[in-house]
């Protein structure tokens, strides 16, 4: 393991995938985790890599990070950046974006528009039943009905939730923090049932009726969840797809350290507005006997901008890092030693 000072498909995709074995010239094992909302972008590339072998583990963006910053794993990922206890000598890699999902299940009804409001209702439990006026007013022909909304919310520290909650700081302001934790999130006890990860939640969702939550696209396609189409700030119902959310990615600012300062109230042309950053982990400074293993983060990193998010991103509505922020995501790695 590195001891240094110190976004893909839905399963039916990562089923069709014809998985490569590592080279037999491969020289280096390195292993990551972190960003459940990434996972499948992960599986799928690492499976696709053959120059090393790259193994990933989705644990959530807060454990990614703690465990990196421990020094346990060669990388990590993460939705969100430090907020405390950043190792020395890393760097932040843009490595894949999408939307963050708002998934749900309920009999008869699949097209369900929300604005931040009704959400920031339905998460802090002022708004209790699927056919309540606020909700009816938004979607006069759906058969909504008189049930009990089920809010199914992540239990573990989560770089999904830490970004919703700027988006509804910016939106609507309220009792919402910025926090990776949910309870913290929306200033409140929670209401609901808590699931791991964004897999869990996911999952969660497609066994209980009349639920909802925030996920990564790649588990609600392997959910089979239906998707909230939300109002964006030109008053557009705007569903999450790769082409939405990559219209509303490249309207955002990149700080100096390639870190995207998220405008949650940009006026963009069809846009889907809830989005995110996966950002990879990696050191740039390592012990003499751990080069080799900084040399295979790079190279993969390098592979994951470079080749495979641009050739297997958009098929699970995740969207490739192109642009400016490839640019930034490039210089970032070519510091990673």
Request: hydrophobic fraction near 40%.
């Amino acid at each position: 393991m590195r001891k240094f000072s110190g976004i893909l498909a839905a399963s039916a995709l990562l089923a069709s995938v014809v998985f490569v074995a590592p080279a037999a010239h491969a020289s280096e094992t390195i292993t990551g985790s972190g960003s459940s909302f990434m996972n499948s972008f992960q599986q799928v590339c690492s499976a696709l890599y053959t120059t090393n072998k790259a193994n990933y583990n989705s644990t959530g963006s807060g454990t990614g990070r703690t465990q990196f910053a421990a020094g346990t794993t060669d990388f990590g990922g993460s939705d969100s950046p430090y907020t405390s206890g950043a190792p020395a000598n890393f760097t932040y890699v843009p490595l894949v974006a999408g939307g963050i999902v708002v998934a749900y299940n309920i009999p008869g009804v699949t097209n369900l528009r929300l604005t931040p409001q009704v959400m920031n209702d339905i998460f802090t439990g002022k708004v209790k039943t699927w056919d309540a006026a606020s909700i009816k007013k938004l979607n006069p022909s759906a058969k909504l009905p008189k049930e009990n909304i089920q809010v199914v919310y992540r239990g573990d520290s989560s770089g999904t939730v830490e970004n919703f909650s700027n988006y509804m700081i910016q939106n609507v302001g309220g009792t919402w923090k910025t926090s990776g934790t949910w309870s913290t999130a929306i200033g409140q006890s929670p209401v609901g049932i808590s699931a791991p990860q964004n897999t869990g939640v996911s999952a969660t969702v497609a066994q209980t009726k009349y639920s909802i939550t925030i996920t990564d696209p790649a588990d609600t396609k392997k959910n089979k969840l239906a998707v909230a189409s939300i109002r964006n700030a030109l008053g557009e119902f705007i569903k999450p797809t790769a082409a939405s959310a990559g219209r509303f990615m490249a309207a955002q600012p990149i700080d100096a350290k390639g870190l995207v300062q998220f405008d949650y109230k940009a006026k963009v042309t069809g846009a889907y507005p809830i989005t995110l950053v996966a950002y990879g982990l990696a050191p740039t400074a390592s012990f003499a006997t751990q080069t080799k293993k900084a040399a295979a983060v790079k190279d993969y990193f390098t592979y994951l901008i470079k080749t495979c998010g641009p050739q297997q991103a958009s098929a699970g509505d995740y969207v490739p890092i192109t642009g400016k922020l490839q640019q930034a995501a490039l210089k970032a790695i070519a510091t990673i030693k």
